[in-house]
Structures are given as C-alpha cells and as structure tokens.
C-alpha cells in the first residue's frame, strides 16, 4: 500500500495511513492498495460492505458505479492486448472529498501513467485525478483497437496468399475475444454516461462536462469494435472462399491432367490387344513412332489447355 499526498501535481510520500483520515488544507490523499489491504483501510474510512466484497471475490468484473453516503465506489476495466489475447483488469476506485483509493489485484499501467499528467496538470482534487485516470483508460482501448485493426488486416493478407487450417482457430479465437470484449464495453460506457449526466456532489460540475468527452470516445470505441466483429465474419467468409477456390484450382488440375492422359490411355489400350496385325506393331521403329507420337500429343493437350487458361 502506498499512500501519497497529491498537492498541484506534487506527490509527497506518507507513512501513517491515519492520516489521510483528516483532510489536508491543500490537496488530497492518493492510497493505492491492494485487496489484502482492505483490511486495515475498510474501518478506517468506512468502505461499504459490498463494494469490498466486490474487490476480493471478483477479478473481471462489470463496470458499475455506486453511490454512497460519503464515497463514490467506481469499478472500470482496463485492457491489454498480447497479439494472443485480450486481458482485462478491474480498477476499483473509493472517491472521497479528500481521497482517492485504488484497489487492484494485479499491476496496471495506467496508474503509472497518469502521474506525469497529474504533475503536468497540478491536480489538486480527487474528482480531476479521477477524469484524467478514467481518460487513459479509455485512450488506451484507442491503441488496443488499432493493433487488432492491424492483426485483422495482417490475417486477412495471409489468407489471401495462402491459406492454412490455423487460420481457421485464429479467427475464429480473435472473434470470441472481441465478442467478450464488447459486452463489457456496453457497460462501461454507461457508467461514464452516469459521470457526464448524473448529478454527483462528490465531482464538480463544470468538471463533470469534461466526462463528456470521454462519453463520446467510449461509444467511439463500442463502435468500433461492433465494426471489428463484422470483419471477423468477413474474414471468415473469405477463408471460405479461398478454401473453395483453392479445391477448385486442385480439381481443375486433376480434370487436365485425367484428360491429356485418356487419350495415351486409349492408344495403349489398342496396342495391348491381342490382334496379329495391328499398324507398325512388327516394324522395328514401331514402338520409338509410337512413344514419340502420345509424348506429342501429350504435350500438345498441355500447352492447348495453357492457352485456354484451365491450367
């Protein structure tokens, strides 16, 4: 657990956690805990029963908001993209007048980058650290968007040069993750709505049309990602069809090939019945004539079908 006092962007370390329990005459108290710290943190500032039930039973769970006597209990989720999976971490936060608290079970890189913008920014009350930490978060589905974009089009390059089965489980792996991933997207966005529109005594109004911004760029991105799992059906259908196509080149060579060889198959035929005379049979250049006449036509039906464009 580390406890800061945040004075205009400044951080100053504290030790005593008590003493984020008085409001300070400038600023406000920052703690970011972990959930085996709620334990000491839950009676000393009254966290409620179920919002820390939330933190140490759930670790993926629904972006919500809920409102207390005196704190704010916000749960959003942030994301991260490995090229393999998409991961998504809980951030629960306690707003307070003069605290923030932040529980998260793993580390998350948004809270480290938001410091520079708190010192870049002088924040000097909890509710502006809770715009800019809740903007991050959201820019950050920005980036995760634009490297699946990416992986889509890169995916859809290698299907169309040459296909393979593994295509198939990677599609149909990157579909399923963005699925998931939209269904909580519904609900985040929501919850940011709630902070543009809902009137909220714990965050200053003008601050809260600033939470608008954000409104829009979550919906942006609900947005997006329904685009997202339409082009994951496209790509699917597209694998299809190169299959399709790719089974129609290999039939179209077995069919040439069956044809140039009916005809050789037909002579060989004919001089491997048991006539006495059949035409240059007992001549001594016979058989050389007749290898040298299939290897013609054999050659002949393959540049023919060539120039017919079905080889």
């Given at each position: 657990?580390?406890?800061?006092?945040?004075?205009?962007?400044?951080?100053?370390?504290?030790?005593?956690?008590?003493?984020?329990?008085?409001?300070?005459?400038?600023?406000?108290?920052?703690?970011?805990?972990?959930?085996?710290?709620?334990?000491?943190?839950?009676?000393?500032?009254?966290?409620?029963?179920?919002?820390?039930?939330?933190?140490?039973?759930?670790?993926?769970?629904?972006?919500?908001?809920?409102?207390?006597?005196?704190?704010?209990?916000?749960?959003?989720?942030?994301?991260?993209?490995?090229?393999?999976?998409?991961?998504?971490?809980?951030?629960?936060?306690?707003?307070?007048?003069?605290?923030?608290?932040?529980?998260?079970?793993?580390?998350?890189?948004?809270?480290?980058?938001?410091?520079?913008?708190?010192?870049?920014?002088?924040?000097?009350?909890?509710?502006?650290?809770?715009?800019?930490?809740?903007?991050?978060?959201?820019?950050n589905y920005f980036t995760v968007g634009d490297r699946?974009?990416?992986?889509?089009?890169?995916?859809?390059?290698?299907?169309?040069?040459?296909?393979?089965?593994?295509?198939?489980?990677?599609?149909?792996?990157?579909?399923?993750?963005?699925?998931?991933?939209?269904?909580?997207?519904?609900?985040?966005?929501?919850?940011?709505?709630?902070?543009?529109?809902?009137?909220?005594?714990?965050?200053?109004?003008?601050?809260?049309?600033?939470?608008?911004?954000?409104?829009?760029?979550?919906?942006?991105?609900?947005?997006?990602?329904?685009?997202?799992?339409?082009?994951?059906?496209?790509?699917?259908?597209?694998?299809?069809?190169?299959?399709?196509?790719?089974?129609?080149?290999?039939?179209?060579?077995?069919?040439?090939?069956?044809?140039?060889?009916?005809?050789?198959?037909?002579i060989t035929g004919i001089y491997g019945m048991n006539?006495?005379?059949?035409?240059?049979?007992?001549?001594?250049?016979?058989?050389?004539?007749?290898?040298?006449?299939?290897?013609?036509?054999?050659?002949?039906?393959?540049?023919?079908?060539?120039?017919?464009?079905?080889?």
């Open positions: 657990m580390k406890i800061r006092l945040v004075q205009n962007g400044v951080f100053t370390t504290v030790e005593d956690v008590s003493e984020a329990l008085i409001a300070p005459a400038e600023g406000f108290y920052w703690i970011d805990a972990d959930d085996e710290d709620l334990v000491v943190l839950q009676p000393l500032f009254g966290l409620h029963d179920l919002a820390v039930e939330d933190c140490l039973t759930e670790e993926e769970q629904r972006p919500k908001l809920e409102v207390y006597e005196n704190q704010y209990f916000l749960v959003i989720n942030s994301i991260r993209f490995d090229d393999e999976e998409i991961f998504l971490r809980a951030l629960n936060i306690f707003l307070g007048r003069h605290y923030l608290i932040t529980v998260t079970r793993q580390k998350i890189n948004e809270l480290r980058s938001v410091k520079p913008v708190l010192w870049e920014q002088e924040v000097n009350r909890p509710d502006r650290f809770l715009y800019h930490l809740v903007d991050i978060v959201v820019d699946i974009e990416a992986r889509i089009e890169r995916l859809e390059e290698d299907i169309l040069m040459h296909t393979k089965k593994s295509h198939l489980n990677e599609i149909i792996g990157l579909r399923s993750e963005i699925l998931w991933l939209k269904k909580v997207l519904g609900p985040q966005r929501e919850v940011i709505g709630i902070l543009n529109k809902r009137d909220l005594r714990l965050i200053d109004d003008q601050l809260q049309k600033y939470f608008g911004d954000i409104y829009e760029n979550a919906v942006k991105i609900f947005e997006t990602f329904e685009t997202y799992r339409d082009l994951m059906g496209n790509l699917r259908e597209a694998y299809q069809s190169s299959l399709a196509s790719r089974a129609n080149d290999i039939m179209r060579v077995f069919t040439a090939l069956t044809t140039i060889f009916m005809p050789l198959t037909f006539f006495d005379y059949i035409p240059g049979m007992h001549d001594h250049y016979g058989s050389v004539a007749l290898l040298v006449v299939m290897a013609l036509l054999g050659v002949g039906m393959f540049y023919l079908f060539r120039k017919k464009d079905w080889l």
